[in-house]
């Protein structure tokens, strides 16, 4: 297996570099899974480093550093970093490049992954950059939709703010590799980049673009859906009716497919009404758990102890 120094973006990944890291995973999951203890990552330290909130990708990054025997350093809070005494990133960077072994980056500025990763002497993992990518949400969504649908010709549904949703772009570039049906169901305002519309295209990808989920039900496999983010609305009422229109609830799915998977990045807002939590099309919680033999496998690629597994 090649190795991989920092994981930026899936938008370059070939099929076979995705598979890599799916097939790391399912051998990791009984380790994920609590079923069998692991210490390959005995001595390695994982340095968190979030500019912005999270729960999943902060806590399944650590837990699967745990559970790899491994240890983790968290910055903590930006105030009560050195970054709130005006500290740089790259210094910031330089200097953590010292403590640890790689580093989950999460901020709020599109491109700040790629920055970091070129002064940085060890792996840095995007956890998300402004609107721009979330490479590993990717890959643990494509790790997902092989555990609980299928990858091949797959027809999938991608509901809700396309325009700013970082972890559909990186989503569509790699479901390309797949060959699969892609139908982009948002209001016109939050309609996904006509560049990465071009990019699908010219990947010879089959793009559907519609307003209304009710248009596709009937032919997907999956249905992605994220949250509408309400601060993009200056009129709530705007807000409200586009956010009732774009929400999946039991009456919706009636004639869906019966083996129909819900996706969801988490956190949900409305889109998803509660009471499909405990139907068989709820594949949200679990996506969640998946994140952690994904994140296991992204860190034995980054840190070359695949081998060893
Ligand atoms: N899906 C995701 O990135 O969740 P968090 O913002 O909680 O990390």
Do not use: W
Request: hydrophobic share 40%; aromatic share 6%; net charge negative.
């Amino acid at each position: 297996m090649r190795p991989m120094h920092h994981i930026i973006s899936t938008k370059e990944y070939t099929r076979e570099m995705l598979d890599e890291i799916l097939d790391l995973a399912e051998k990791l999951e009984p380790i994920a899974g609590k079923k069998i203890k692991s210490e390959i990552m005995d001595g390695k330290i994982l340095a968190l480093l979030f500019f912005e909130p999270s729960t999943r990708t902060r806590m399944s990054f650590e837990a699967a550093m745990l559970r790899l025997g491994g240890k983790t350093l968290n910055m903590g809070s930006v105030e009560a970093s050195s970054i709130a005494k005006g500290e740089t990133l790259s210094d910031t960077i330089r200097v953590i490049s010292q403590y640890a072994d790689a580093v989950i980056l999460r901020h709020p500025r599109e491109g700040a992954a790629l920055m970091a990763s070129e002064c940085s002497s060890i792996p840095v993992i995007n956890g998300g950059d402004g609107a721009g990518h979330h490479p590993t949400q990717t890959l643990l969504d494509l790790y997902t939709i092989r555990r609980e649908s299928r990858l091949d010709n797959l027809s999938i549904a991608l509901v809700g703010d396309l325009k700013y949703g970082r972890t559909i772009h990186s989503l569509c570039y790699a479901l390309s590799r797949y060959n699969a049906k892609i139908n982009l169901v948002s209001p016109p305002e939050l309609r996904l980049p006509d560049r990465i519309v071009e990019d699908l295209r010219m990947r010879d990808i089959d793009v559907n673009i519609t307003n209304n989920i009710e248009d596709v039900i009937e032919d997907i496999d999956v249905l992605y859906m994220t949250r509408i983010q309400r601060e993009r609305f200056p009129d709530p009422a705007e807000f409200n009716s586009i956010s009732d229109s774009l929400r999946v609830t039991c009456d919706l799915i009636q004639n869906a497919k019966p083996n129909l998977k819900i996706m969801h990045p988490l956190p949900r807002v409305n889109e998803i009404a509660p009471e499909l939590d405990a139907t068989p099309h709820a594949a949200y919680f679990k996506q969640a758990f998946y994140g952690v033999p994904v994140r296991m496998a992204i860190l034995c690629k980054v840190l070359g102890m695949e081998d060893k597994i």
